[in-house]
């Protein structure tokens, strides 16, 4: 199996803000935020680190498409 088959997606939902972000297992100490600042998630191959309230929404070998919407 090669590293790019074991690369691991997550799309997770702050239970605050609302916000959705990815993370995936191959950056190396990279928190993720959502837009509130108040929940972020380091999800890496040996271990995942969560701040705040995130929710799992799905999870993936391969990256989910998400369709964000502008800022007016």
């Given at each position: 199996m090669s590293e790019e088959e074991k690369l691991r997606y997550t799309l997770y939902q702050c239970e605050?803000?609302?916000d959705k972000f990815?993370?995936?297992s191959k950056a190396r100490h990279?928190?993720?935020w959502c837009k509130c600042g108040k929940t972020a998630v380091d999800d890496e191959e040996m271990y995942s680190r969560?701040?705040?309230k995130p929710k799992v929404l799905e999870q993936s070998n391969n990256k989910p498409t998400q369709?964000?919407?502008k800022d007016e």
């Open positions: 605050l803000c609302e990815i993370t995936d990279d928190m993720v969560f701040l705040g369709n964000k919407e």
